[in-house]
C-alpha cells in the first residue's frame, strides 16, 4: 500500500503563498505522471496542475495559470505545489495522485484556506 503524504496547506490572506508538498513511497513514483487536484467546498475535485515523469511537461487548469507551479523530485519521492497571489477562490482541501487518479493513492489532502 502506497502511502501519500500532504502538507503545506494553511490559512493565507488573498495575494499570499504557500507552497505545497506532496511525499509518497512508492517505488515507481519516477515513472509517473502526476498531478495537484482540490476540492473546494460543496464541490467536486478538480485537477488543478499535472506534471510528466521527468518534468517535461507541466499543465496548469486556467484558473490557475501563471500563479502555481508545479514540480517535483523523484529522488525524494515528492511532489510539490508552488501557489503564489492567492485568491479566496483557491480555498479547497489539496490532494496529490496519479494522472489519471488511482482511487488507492489519495492521501488525506491539505487544506488550504485564503481569506479576503
Known amino acids: 500500500q502506497v502511502q501519500v503524504v500532504e502538507s503545506g496547506g494553511g490559512l493565507v490572506q488573498a495575494g499570499g503563498s504557500l507552497r505545497l508538498s506532496c511525499a509518497t513511497s512508492?517505488?515507481?513514483?519516477?515513472?509517473?505522471?502526476m498531478g495537484w487536484y482540490r476540492q473546494p467546498p460543496g464541490k467536486q475535485r478538480e485537477l488543478v496542475a499535472s506534471i510528466t515523469s521527468a518534468s517535461s511537461y507541466k499543465n496548469y487548469a486556467d484558473s490557475v495559470k501563471g500563479r502555481f507551479t508545479i514540480s517535483r523530485d523523484n529522488a525524494k519521492k515528492t511532489v510539490y505545489l508552488q501557489m503564489n497571489s492567492l485568491k479566496p477562490e483557491d480555498t479547497g482541501a489539496y490532494y496529490c495522485n496519479q494522472i489519471p487518479q488511482i482511487s488507492g493513492y489519495w492521501g488525506q489532502g491539505t487544506q488550504v484556506t485564503v481569506s479576503s
Open positions: 512508492g517505488s515507481i513514483f519516477s515513472i509517473l505522471k
